[in-house]
């Protein structure tokens, strides 16, 4: 029998832990409290293992319950937790004031998302506009990873599986859907390019601007990303303005690898 190598790794499975980050993904992502066993049917989970999942997470502050409707909801005990993840998020800290006056000079909310969860990219970093009209964008909000432009690169960088690509697709909500394969030459011409945008096609009267940028693996873990009036971002300006992301996401990406980060 050969000796297992002492300097391999193998990644055990945990299944308590898979199944309380499954719930906590779920709770922040439900509208509305819910109740144990519709939680358990979502995440094809035992009613009762649930249970004592969600008891654990209540007794730590990460997990609420209202004992009259018998319902659980994400605690505030979590905020704490993403306060000090995006503190320490180095990304964030060099990205916020390039942001800040890419949103000066363009006139634009300014966003830098990274994925948090399969399917999922979350905005950990973000400039409002100084103009008197504006769009409202939450810092921790998510978004599903293949919508608006974002979408478009996520797809052109990370997605091969043609089926799963389709599913996905079908599952997206927007003002105005385009067809399937008009997205996909979105994504063509996104790769060709080196960034994406969504011209008033995932909110109406909205344009938003995304560029890449890329992990140590070659795959898109993060985006920067510009969202403007449609009145307001001319089509002649959005060249211009993507060219400033991608000089922004270079330089950084040059200081990362000077710092060793």
Known sequence: MAEKDPGSTTRRQVPAVTRA??????????????????????LELVPSTCLHILRALEDEGLVDFDSRTKRYSIGIGILPLARSALQKNTFSVLIQPRLSQLSQDFGVTSIATQLSEP???VVVALSQSNIPFRLQVDLGSRFPALISATGRLFAAYNVTDDARLKSEFDKLVWDHPPAYDTWLEQIGEARA????????????GVTVVA??????????????????????????????L????????DDLEEMQMETGR
């Open 21 to 42: 980050v499954a719930i906590l993904r779920f709770l922040a992502r439900s509208a509305e409290p819910v109740g144990v066993n519709p939680m358990a049917r979502e």
């Open 119 to 121: 399917g999922q990219m």
């Open 193 to 204: 390019r080196g960034y994406a945008v969504d011209q008033g096609v995932y909110i109406s």
């Open 211 to 240: 560029v890449p940028v890329f992990g140590r693996n070659g795959n898109m873990t993060r985006s920067l990303v510009a969202i403007g009036i449609s009145e307001r971002l001319k089509d002649s300006e959005i060249p211009t």
């Open 242 to 249: 993507a060219r400033a992301m991608m000089k922004i996401r």
